[in-house]
Nanobody
């Protein structure tokens, strides 16, 4: 499956952004979708994941209560709603597809190109 992330940008601390991940190729409803991020000089880290039905989700502790992952299988698109953004959320955000919910990036076989999120203080 091919993935295309979008929606990044520059926002002030406390603001919100919604990232989208459009997919093509195989139907999205057979895949778990995950979001990861990578800040400069740091390793890529797990942010959130959602199962094929949208019922099961998993979040990194650092974003619980602020970020919400969702998906619209009819549109083959996943979303990451990010509220109460902090400067430490600044990173390139990647969406990925895989067979099971996983917090390690090796659990996902298909990746989008990433979208930059910058949060100013």
């Amino acid at each position: 499956v091919q993935l295309q992330a979008s929606g990044g940008g520059l926002v002030q601390a406390g603001g919100s952004l919604r990232l989208s991940c459009a997919t093509s190729g195989r139907t999205l409803n057979s895949y778990v979708m995950g979001w990861f991020r990578q800040a400069p000089g740091k390793e890529r880290e797990f942010v959130a994941a959602i199962n094929w039905s949208g019922i099961v989700t998993n979040y990194a502790d650092s974003v619980k209560g602020r970020f919400t992952i969702s998906r619209d299988n009819a549109k083959n698109t996943g979303y990451l709603q990010m509220n109460s953004l902090k400067p430490e959320d600044t990173a390139v955000y990647y969406c990925a597809a895989g067979p099971n919910i996983a917090t390690l990036d090796k659990g996902y076989g298909d990746w989008g190109q990433g979208t930059q999120v910058t949060v100013s203080s």
